[in-house]
């Protein structure tokens, strides 16, 4: 039997292992599913149930095969809706120096509320960032930004500036629905060796 996977966006893009059982003896067969499609072999006849233990942004979810029952000799053709995916988080990374100006290439990390890292994702060329993942309805949830990996800064006004970590809270998010938050701020660092003008650009960025 070869069981067609879909989401509401179209065929299901994950690899993952489905299962299905047997509705009349409970044997169960486990398939890889690529490119949304499972084929199994050695089936009993009869109708089946399967179990998707969810991949990527798409919930668990267990149901019947629809439009399929094997039949001895034959090749069955089915389907299952996969139907709940997690809610997702979208936003901007900015200069908190200078909040016009983007950062490319920012750390964008997700807590919960009991600060369990759930996503992380890094900014765009334009500075966008979209955390996304199997994300239930909840609140508390925190936006942490940091540096790009391995450097610390970024050329701003032809210097090389130092920055830390910013953060946004509380955000909360809705199982299927986007959250946008907005700019992030990465904060100027203060550190001892930042250059002069880029804290009297942070400082001229706050007036």
């Known amino acids: 039997m070869t069981v067609y996977l879909f989401t509401p966006d179209g065929r299901l893009r994950s690899t993952t292992p489905v299962t299905i059982t ?29 179990k998707f233990d969810g991949a990527g942004v798409w919930f668990a979810r267990t ?4 439009r399929a029952s094997v039949k001895p000799g034959q090749m069955a053709f089915g389907k299952f809706d996969i139907t709940t995916r997690g809610g997702w988080v979208t936003g901007n990374v ?14 964008v990390r997700l807590f919960d509320r009991a600060g369990q890292l759930v996503a992380s994702s890094v900014s765009d060329a334009d500075g966008l960032f979209s955390l996304t993942g199997q994300l239930a309805s909840q609140e508390g949830m925190t936006v942490v930004v940091g540096p790009k990996a391995n450097s610390g ?31 992030v701020e990465l904060q100027r660092s203060t550190d001892k060796d930042q250059p002069e003008q880029c804290l009297a650009n942070a400082r001229a960025g706050r007036r």
């Open 22 to 50: 047997s509705n009349q003896s409970g044997q169960w067969w486990t398939a890889t599913a690529r490119d949304g499609t499972a084929v199994f072999k050695g089936l009993y006849p009869g109708a089946y149930t399967l």
């Open 63 to 66: 149901g019947a095969v629809q």
């Open 94 to 107: 900015v200069d908190g120096g200078d909040p016009d100006v983007t950062m490319a290439g920012a750390q």
């Open 153 to 183: 800064g970024w050329m701003q006004g032809g210097m090389w500036c130092k920055f830390s970590e910013g953060s946004l809270e509380p955000v909360g998010i809705t199982t299927g629905e986007e959250t946008y938050v907005g700019d």
